[in-house]
């Protein structure tokens, strides 16, 4: 392998600075109010790829899938999607780039009055003019995409919670998106619905060759469909690699989040006994 193709710190190969990206992030710093949350992200994803996006509660990680979907602007650095800097984008060059994307929601905020086919048809309907015949076929179509054939008359009240993530995905793939965002798709599954859903992930990937970032915890299910995992801690990214890299990375915290285990803080004695004493003692 040439020096020039050789994979760099992200786990890419060097043959152009974003070769066929379609998600690019330089520099990414955030605050809420004066408390930093993003600390110099960089990132990149491939067309095609599976990105696993993981850490521990308060790493950063839902910060970061917002600002991916355009809800939140950086206190610095840039956002591209498909070659876009999302940050500079009118309202309705958003709303455009939004119809290339599609959003699997943490729970899969379903709408409780609609049923499981109407949900799936709101995108269809609030952003083209198809009929309604040729709404219901695409509908149906991802319905048996995702194994829920039969369910578009049900309410989502009616569905397990693995039926319910199955809706979820195929309201997000109906317009066909280039690119998928999941957020805890495993969350709150049992291991063998939560393995089901990993396999409908892949299967998508497949089926329509779209790019999908994934949030989770889940450290099994981001074994079984990443190509690559980003590591996020305290707002920076610890690592970003292949998954046999992360496994085997030798940064600590890395190890602490895939094998669970819990950090131990380290106990000042001095400030510990100023905090209990704080306006007690003179």
Do not use: W
Not at 64 to 73: D, E, F, K, T
Not at 215 to 230: K, Y
């Amino acid at each position: 392998m040439r020096d020039a193709d050789k994979p760099g710190p992200d786990g890419h190969e060097k043959t152009g600075p974003h070769r066929d990206a379609v998600i690019e992030v330089e520099n990414l710093v955030t605050h809420y109010g004066e408390h930093r949350v993003l600390n110099d992200i960089n990132l990149t994803v491939r067309a095609g790829e599976i990105l696993v996006i993981m850490g521990g509660s308060g790493s950063g990680k839902s910060t970061l899938l917002n600002h991916l979907l355009g809800l939140l602007n950086p206190t610095h650095g840039t956002v591209r999607l498909l070659g876009e800097d999302i940050n500079t984008l009118s309202l309705l060059e958003m709303t455009d780039l939004r119809r290339k994307m599609g959003v699997a929601f943490q729970g899969g905020a379903l709408f409780s009055s609609m049923t499981v086919g109407d949900n799936i048809l709101l995108p269809l309907r609030e952003h083209t003019r198809l009929d309604e015949q040729t709404m219901r076929i695409m509908m149906r179509l991802k319905m048996e995409v995702v194994n829920l054939a039969g369910a578009e008359d049900l309410m989502p009240a009616e569905l397990s919670g693995g039926m319910i993530k199955r809706a979820a995905f195929a309201r997000a793939v109906i317009m066909d998106p280039q690119i998928l965002f999941c957020d805890e798709p495993s969350a709150g599954l049992d291991p063998i619905v939560a393995s089901s859903i990993d396999k409908l992930i892949l299967d998508l990937r497949a089926a329509f060759d779209m790019t999908i970032v994934v949030v989770t915890h889940e450290r099994e299910s981001a074994l079984a469909i990443a190509d690559r995992i980003c590591v996020l801690d305290r707002g920076e990214i610890l690592v970003l690699d292949t998954v046999e890299n992360v496994k085997n990375s030798p940064e600590p915290r890395v190890q602490d989040l895939l094998n669970r285990r819990a950090e131990v803080p380290e106990v000042d004695p001095d400030a510990y006994l100023a905090r209990l004493t704080r306006g007690i003692l003179s």
